[in-house]
């Protein structure tokens, strides 16, 4: 039998993003359908019925948590613990670039070694700074569509997007990534939970996570 | 009674049309009613500007929505208080005379330049030529001593219909040639005439362009998004939308939003001073803002009656909404990650758990 032991390896700021993230999106992802293609139809006046303008509000305070934990995940790739800076997940080292080596071949079933660290490995990690570059990119668009004539929104979304129109066709391509990104985010969890006694999935709410005695 | 005003301005133009004309442009500009004796000023004074009026590549869409609007007051007084010393549409010279008046104005006076009509750049600019020369080297000798430049019109502004993807002309607005000078972008497909005769008499009255926003569009006219002054606008909040035109939600006058309505991405004046003086604008009378003072309207406005442009895959011929194809890219990563799982297990079933 193999030992184990405890590591403290996410804080509690990283796990207070994770679930401020995940939550919004599900909120943001349901509400944005609706407000892209509103599928009720009232055809009743004069009646306490505004369903674009509630979707609409939960979609801004779901936006709003969003952005924070955005803001929060900023801090933390430069002021987090050693498992959270950005340095730990960018293919700059010669154990990061093995370790994305090791988990290709492990994902794909080449290799049955399991590449042993107690942060992200790299393709998890770059695969969430990819989103995370999607998620400020939603930020900046959802925000130059909700304050168009505000000087500042409005600058930098005409220097990136050029119109409200382009900013609104990529804010609804980009969703559809948070989407695919969800299933494989959570596939890939179960996944590595099943495969490796590290309680991948119990770190996320406890941030403690289990390593070989060395 | 001596009509001196009639005298200055021309047969057609009675004192009552001037004043309305006046009074229509200081309420476009947001200016108070005590600033009106001043604009009658700047507009009846016998120092008229003089301007050139270039045309390019367009379909005079513009010049006709300002000589036949609804408003012959409106403009008779843009044609009399500025001296139009060259258009192609309304001067009465021709062939070597015009281009005559065209090089005299440029060479000895100062002059505000309006150009109508997208410039095109491919193969050196071949594809619109006027007496010979091509819009970028009209362009070129003329916009350099232009004490102040008006784009007319979205071809104008940012390229228009002949810039639409791929614009075999390579097709571009005046801002992408010209720098140095002011430019002042009254997009619009067409633009409202009160935009555009606002624009003029606030460079007369104040000796200065109006505030304009990151798009040069000045902000009294396209500082608003429609969206938000449209007279639709509760039916939107409160979920009332035309599903089909003719449908009863068309009949009972609901919001266009889902028949394609661009209005919550445009910014325009257009619910605010409306066309013709009729009291008419696009989704007054039923049909959805396809977003006309936009750059690059006819590529992310289209299609028209839908939400959102189709998303379109280089070099597979895939062209759909981008609900389907991202549905499909889900349905496809959803079957990868079905694989994956079926594939791991198949081989723990062949090779036996592995002992830790």
Known sequence: MATYEKHHCWSILLRLFHWMFALSIVFLVVTGFYINNPWTNTMIEGSFSFPMATMRYIHYLAAYTFSSAVAIRLFLYIFGNAQERVLDILPVTGRNINNLFRTLLQYSYISDKHDERLGHNLLAGLTYLFTFIAAVFMIVSGFYMLYPEASFWAGWGVMIFGSQQFARYLHHILMWWFMIFAVIHIYLCIWNDANEPEGLISSIFTGVKFKHKA | ?356
């Not at chain 2, 505000?112 to 070129?140: H, N, R, S």
């Not at chain 2, 219909?161 to 000078?181: H, R």
């Open chain 2, 1 to 356: 009674m001596a009509d001196t005003v009639n005298k200055t301005l021309g047969p057609q133009l009675d004192r009552r049309g001037f004043l309305k004309g006046c009074t229509m442009a200081a309420a476009a500009l947001g200016l108070s009613d005590a600033m009106i004796p001043k604009l009658v000023e700047a507009a009846a004074t016998a120092e008229r500007p003089r301007v050139i009026w270039l045309h390019f590549q367009e379909c005079t869409g513009c010049t006709e929505s300002l000589l036949r609007s609804s408003h012959p007051d409106l403009a008779r007084l843009l044609l009399d208080i500025i001296s139009l010393d060259y258009h192609e549409t309304v001067m009465a010279a021709a062939g070597h005379q015009a281009e005559q008046n065209l090089h005299d104005t440029v060479d000895k006076h100062p002059f505000i330049l309006v150009v109508e009509g997208g410039i095109p750049t491919k193969d050196g600019g071949i594809y619109c030529k006027i007496a010979g020369k091509t819009a970028m080297e009209i362009l070129a000798k003329v916009a350099p001593k232009a004490s102040a430049i008006i784009a007319i019109g979205t071809c104008a502004t940012f390229g228009g219909v002949q810039a639409a993807a791929p614009n075999p002309t390579g097709s571009v607005g005046v801002q992408a040639l010209v720098s140095g000078k002011p430019i002042v972008n009254i997009p619009g497909c067409p633009p409202n005439p009160v935009s555009f005769l606002g624009t003029i008499l606030h460079y007369l009255t104040f000796k200065r362009l109006p505030a304009l926003d990151h798009l040069n569009r000045p902000l009294f006219a396209y500082g608003r998004r429609i969206h938000d002054h449209c007279e639709r606008r509760a039916h939107f909040d409160e979920g009332r939308f035309v599903e089909n035109f003719g449908d009863q939600g068309h009949k009972l006058g609901y919001c266009l939003y889902k028949v394609g309505c661009k209005g919550p991405e445009t910014f325009s004046n257009c619910p605010a001073v409306r066309f013709n003086d009729v009291g008419v604008w696009p989704v007054s009378v039923g049909h959805g803002c396809i977003g006309c003072t936009e750059p690059n309207f006819w590529d992310t406005m289209t299609p028209f009656y839908e939400r959102l442009p189709n998303v379109k895959i280089p070099a597979s011929g895939i062209i759909d909404s981008a609900d389907k194809v991202g549905k499909t890219v889900l349905g496809v990563t959803a079957a990868a990650v079905g694989i994956h799982a079926a594939v791991g297990i198949g081989k723990r079933l062949i090779k036996g758990k592995s002992e830790e």
